[in-house]
């Protein structure tokens, strides 16, 4: 018992002096002020904001097994695609905690078994199995179960930070496209509780605030779970921005009136010709866009895109239970008898898209061999 909590304290201290050096890079960029945090390692736990209980309570939930965590990310207590990969790691690096196996060949198809188990929860969200093919690279360089378990838990806690860096540097290089007087229509939530900085589509919109622009933000509800009225118009308005919310079946007319300037959404994977999945009832906005000739950008890192994929068609389209479109607030809204197609993604092609904005580049014009220059250039 004794050399356990030696080790637990070894880690603890190693793993404090990882985050202190990589907080250190950004704590100058602070462009928004959160009271709450979507997720963090502590005491040996994961604590998560439960994304379900939004916005009528901020509750936090601790987790203490990759099983828990799992069912996290599957209920979408965690969601959005970067704050899932987050998750798949720190899911990962319980694992390697709560497991008690007798010896560092047993741990290790343990903590394997587990990673299978964090994989098949969503299957949209790339930057999932992005985390998690990172971590298995470290599983299998580790040799013994103190080594497994303080690298593992070292590399998700620098998945976690990285995010938060590449936030900021997605808002950076999206607030180069807001002007002072900007209203921006956005679609269900790539803001703070998507992933583990400030945000991805937001994150332009919290840059560009914070240099004194004046923006304005149209936030459709993103049915059926609402996403954007829950979560989105929740954090912008704790973060002072005027947000309006709508109904998803008003953004045309939205549109009609001339008062958007620019619509910006995240995403759940792109493929390598830029084609793009992200919540549905994005790829009609998309439409829309094209027909009023309003500028449609896509915000996401670069552990969003997913280069074995080579079109829309080749990204794997979640589908969701039913009782997500039959009930609303508890209540039953749909018959018993009605059959449900409720998918949780759509895909919109290229085409479709203005640019796409990454913490590296600015993709646009949107083609192939900019995807491929994005990732080759340092």
């Known amino acids: ?70 069912e996290a990310i599957r209920c979408l207590a965690v969601r959005g695609a970067p704050l899932i990969g987050v998750a798949g790691a720190y899911g990962v690096a319980l694992s390697a905690h709560s497991r008690k196996a007798s010896s560092p060949e047993r741990l290790k198809v343990d903590i394997t078994k587990d990673i299978r188990m964090l994989g098949a929860t969503r299957p949209t969200a790339v930057n999932l199995f992005w985390a998690l093919d990172r971590m298995s ?48 229509l956005t679609h269900c939530n790539a803001g703070a509780l998507a992933t583990g900085g400030i945000g991805t589509a937001l994150a332009a919109i919290y840059v560009a ?29 704790r973060n002072n921005i005027d947000v309006t919310l709508l109904v998803d079946g008003a953004r045309g007319h939205l549109l009609t009136k001339g008062k958007v300037d620019c619509i910006i959404v995240g995403a759940d994977r792109i493929a390598a010709n830029g084609d793009t999945a992200n919540k549905i009832g994005t790829y009609p906005l998309s439409v829309l866009a094209q027909k009023h000739n309003i500028p449609f950008y896509v915000a996401a890192p670069l552990s969003t895109f997913d280069l074995t994929a080579p079109a829309g068609e080749a990204i794997p389209i ?19 008898n009605a059959k449900v197609f409720n998918p949780a993604f759509d895909i919109t092609p290229h085409g479709n898209i203005s640019c796409i904005i990454t913490e590296k580049h600015i993709l646009h014009p949107l083609l192939e061999e900019s995807i491929e220059d994005c990732f080759r250039t340092p």
Not at 143 to 148: A, R
Not at 209 to 229: D, H, I, W
Not at 323 to 336: A, M, N, S, Y
């Open 137 to 184: 690279d470290v599983l299998e360089s580790a040799d013994s179960v103190g080594e497994m378990r303080e690298t593992l838990l070292s590399e998700a806690i620098s998945i976690h930070l990285e995010d938060r860096e590449k936030c900021e540097m997605i808002g950076r290089n999206g607030a180069t496209l807001i002007n002072d007087g900007f209203t921006i």
């Open 318 to 336: 979640e589908e969701r239970e039913s009782k997500e479109v039959l009930f609303f607030g508890g209540t039953r809204i749909g018959p018993d």
């Open 1 to 70: 018992m004794l050399s356990e909590q030696v080790e637990s304290t070894s880690l603890e201290s190693n793993v404090t002096v990882i985050a202190n050096r990589r907080t250190r890079k950004t704590e100058t960029m602070n462009y928004v002020s959160l009271d709450f945090r979507t997720i963090e390692w502590v005491d040996g736990k994961v604590r998560i904001l439960d994304q379900t209980r939004l916005p009528e309570k901020t509750e936090y939930r601790d987790l203490t097994r990759a099983e828990e965590m799992a």
């Open 209 to 237: 605030s914070a240099q004194n622009k004046r923006v304005k933000v149209f936030a459709s509800e993103t049915r059926p779970l609402l996403q954007g009225a829950r979560l989105t118009a929740w954090e912008l308005s």
